[in-house]
């Protein structure tokens, strides 16, 4: 049984909180959270013992894996106190809110040497695992990419979402997945550049991010991407789509499946179970028990790299430039 603690109780934080209460293997033993109200919630609903102190809580509860649900900015001493106690980092994605905050923890992470994970959950999905065998030795030549979400149409949804600011954005939030997950299966991007729009949504009061933008990448091995994301999308679409000459396959990962021909042959896949937010805890608690970091798809340090690709994303949009990578 891996003794984990989690810190931060917003959406997120319950997640993860309801999908270990699934996970025979795993033990919550603590809960931090700075707003009392929230962490009261947060421990009568999960049963778990709840602190405002993350240094008591790693002292009192003693876990072996801390699973950090904090905004990107909140992360450096939250590492720091964990991996120099020997306890293991789960870190939600982005890593971090720029490259010298990501420097820091990476340091911190290489000097400790435990095990560390980001939440970059697609990587664990089964289709995944799939068209990355099929497409190994096969040439991609062109990737289509779309990422398409109601958020903005949600009257409901969080406000502080629409302020990029602090939310960055749909880059930040949803498709720097998208880049992570690219670059997993194809290689390390080189350039970038796009365009953003508000056509549905307008830029006014709280609202400051686009609805809606496009770009283009190209690939340190040549292959180019376009990928197309929406937060004006009244349904939820999210496509991975390679081809070449020698095929044409496409990653469906709301379906969690692929479909599509390879030199002719109909191909097609589809998961019975893709609760990737289990399979990601799973693999980090594993790899805690087992002391074997290779179990983690997405390490913090691979994690800094897609990190970069968002970082430029952001900038080419916002300033209608391209940016190396």
């Known amino acids: 049984m891996v003794r984990i603690a989690v810190v931060g109780t917003g959406w997120q934080g319950q997640g993860h909180l309801s999908t270990m209460q699934k996970i025979a293997g795993i033990e919550v033993v603590g809960v931090c959270e700075l707003n009392e109200e929230t962490l009261l919630k947060a421990t009568t609903k999960f049963g778990v013992k709840g602190f405002t102190d993350y240094v008591k809580m790693l ?65 664990y999905s089964p289709a995944v695992s799939f068209i990355k065998e099929l497409i190994k030795g096969k040439r991609v030549a062109w990737v289509r990419s779309a990422m398409l979400d109601g958020l903005a149409l949600r009257p409901n949804w969080p406000r502080w979402f629409f302020n990029k600011e602090i939310s960055g954005g749909p880059v930040f939030d949803q498709t720097i997945h998208i880049f992570d997950l690219s ?18 949504v307008q830029k006014e009061g709280d609202f400051t991010v686009e609805d809606s933008f496009t770009l283009s990448m190209k690939y340190q091995n040549g292959v180019l991407q376009n990928h197309t994301h929406t937060w004006s999308y009244p349904d939820v679409f999210t496509q991975i789509e390679m081809i070449s000459d020698q095929l044409h396959v496409t990653l469906d990962l709301v379906k969690g499946s692929v479909s599509g021909k390879v030199e002719g042959v109909e191909v097609f896949f589809e998961a019975e179970d893709h ?23 997405s390490t913090y340090k691979d994690s800094i ?6 970082l430029n994303a952001l900038k080419v949009l916002d300033e209608d430039r391209i940016v190396n990578s």
């Open 59 to 123: 002292e009192e509860s003693k876990p072996e894996g801390v699973i950090i649900c904090t905004p990107p900015e909140v992360r450096e001493f939250l590492v720091r106190e964990a991996a120099e106690r020997g306890i293991h980092c789960f870190i939600e994605k982005p890593p971090a809110k720029n490259l010298e905050l990501a420097q820091k923890v990476d340091e911190i992470l290489d000097r400790t040497g435990v095990i560390n994970s980001v939440g970059f959950m697609y990587r």
């Open 183 to 200: 670059r997993y299966l194809i290689g390390e991007v080189d350039e970038v550049t796009g365009f953003q729009g508000n056509l549905v």
């Open 275 to 297: 609760g990737l937010y289990q399979l990601e805890l799973e693999a980090f608690a594993k790899a805690i028990e087992e002391n074997n970091p290779d179990f983690v798809l």
């Open 305 to 310: 790299q897609s990190l970069s690709v968002a």
